[in-house]
């Protein structure tokens, strides 16, 4: 349950920093996925996830 709140955790921290160091290239990022259509955002969340997967799977595996 930890690593759940640690990657929870991360994922501010990340999150945070774009803001932080970018916050207008995240404006621009933002207004590209609204221009995106709703199957394009699909497709691009699961391949956002299936990264991630297999981000966790290599350090497993490595780590």
């Known amino acids: 349950m930890s690593a759940i709140f640690t990657a929870l955790g991360l994922v ?12 207008s290239r995240f404006e621009e990022v933002l207004a590209f996925l609204v221009s995106l259509g ?7 969340g699961l391949i956002s996830v299936a990264g991630g997967v297999a981000i966790v799977a290599l350090v497993r ?3």
Not at 12 to 23: D, N, Q, R
Not at 38 to 44: C, I, N, Q, V
Request: net charge positive.
């Open 38 to 44: 709703p199957e394009a955002r699909r497709r691009l």
């Open 61 to 63: 595996v490595f780590i």
């Open 12 to 23: 501010f921290v990340i999150e945070g920093l774009a803001l932080a160091l970018a916050p």
